[in-house]
């Protein structure tokens, strides 16, 4: 499991090749749910302790992990924390960031960067 942080200051988890979107949080867990609920109708969820480092609960998804939508939504996260920290172009830090990437992955980001 890993938390992925964006600028707002939101988190998500990804698992398994999952995308998870914190819900709420209780008193000894914290309830995610799939980031995909709304785009493929997913009921999939997964209910950890506090410190994300046990899953208490996980409900099944209604689709296939997707590995590539991880690593690119994990690449853009990075990006743009890079590109407060720095003065790089962005041709320059997607260059940085994507030269380990699949072909795949590299799509993904370009795709959601010129969203
Ligand atoms: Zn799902």
Request: charged residues 25%; contains cysteine; proline residues 3%.
């Amino acid at each position: 499991m890993e938390i992925i942080k964006n600028n707002k200051g939101g988190s998500k988890l990804s698992c398994e090749g999952y995308m998870y979107t914190k819900k709420s949080v209780n008193k000894t867990t914290l309830r995610w749910e799939c980031s995909q609920r709304h785009s493929r109708l997913c009921k999939g969820s997964l209910t950890t302790d506090l410190e994300v480092q046990g899953v208490v609960l996980t409900v099944p998804h209604s689709h296939d992990p997707d590995h590539d939508c991880i690593e690119a939504t994990k690449i853009v996260a990075t990006m743009k924390q890079a590109a407060i920290n720095c003065r790089a172009k962005p041709a320059q830090l997607l260059s940085d960031f994507t030269c380990k990437a699949t072909t795949e992955v590299r799509a993904d980001v370009v795709r959601r960067l010129v969203r």
